[in-house]
């Protein structure tokens, strides 16, 4: 009569290897639900933040197109038990503001709020605060809106050479005249673009002292300093630097309660 199993033990082998198969597909199949779940997770956090955002800015009296939001790091939930966020961007579009009655338009704003702590129970209820340690962010100003501010028919700014560039219609003792120029642009101590037109001449100026003192004066006139509108996150501008597309503007803060960002 022959035996039930080999003597090799053949058959407990394979069904060992069975198992061993058995599990790794298992835990294959558990790591992906992990894994959907987390993506699910980060698409609701994201879905939240974006709507919070949006909420915010229009009770600034601001408009812009739905925020585009991202919460970086993974595993996501792992963050979300830790209290603990790596990195959260947010992108706004063609952004609207006013200031003092003038709308300001922002075609770009970038911000990104890093190593952000916001505890389960906060999350949870909503009450509380979520904390960023750094915001830091950068967007550009549409010249359009920015020569609006200045309130002289006719000007037109833009970028030449890496400066502000000025072209504007002028009437000097009778004579038509287009000035131009450029403009040295700073930040100002009270978070203001301050506009300093230091090099104009207009094509046609009379030579006489009066001529060029008018000139002057129009100058003068348009080296201002142009508030902005409130930005949120409580951003600071650091920097301002011409560029073909825009006036860009860097902002920074620090220690920001992010979910309320007014």
Not at 126 to 132: E, T
Request: glycine share 10%; no cysteine; aromatic share 2%.
């Amino acid at each position: 009569m022959a035996e039930d199993y080999p003597a090799d033990g053949a058959r407990p082998r394979r069904r060992g290897r069975k198992l061993l198969v058995g599990l790794i597909v298992l835990l294959l199949v558990v790591g992906g639900l992990l894994v959907v779940a987390d993506r699910v997770a980060v698409g609701v956090a994201e879905r939240t933040i974006a709507d919070r955002v949006g909420q915010e800015i229009a009770k600034q009296g601001a408009q812009a197109a739905r925020p585009d939001v991202e919460v970086a790091g993974t595993p996501f939930l792992t963050q979300v038990l830790d209290g603990r966020y790596q990195r959260i961007t947010i992108n706004l579009r063609d952004v609207r503001a006013s200031v003092e009655g003038d709308a300001v338009q922002l075609p770009v704003l970038d911000v990104t709020a890093r190593n952000v702590r916001a505890a389960l129970d906060t999350l949870r209820t909503g009450q509380g605060d979520i904390v960023a340690d750094t915001v830091n962010g950068a967007g550009t100003i549409s010249y359009d809106s920015l020569a609006a501010l200045l309130k002289r028919p006719g000007l037109k700014l833009g970028e030449q050479n890496g400066k502000l560039a000025v072209t504007a219609p002028v009437d000097i003792l009778g004579q038509k005249l287009t000035v131009a120029g450029t403009a040295d642009v700073t930040v100002a101590d009270n978070g203001a673009v301050a506009l300093r037109f230091n090099d104009l001449d207009a094509a046609g100026l009379p030579n006489l002292p009066l001529a060029r003192a008018l000139l002057n004066n129009y100058a003068k006139g348009i080296s201002v300093d142009v508030p902005l509108p409130d930005l949120p996150f409580q951003l600071t501008v650091r920097e301002v630097r011409p560029l073909p597309e825009g006036l860009a503007v860097t902002v920074d803060a620090k220690n920001v309660p992010i979910n309320s960002v007014g």
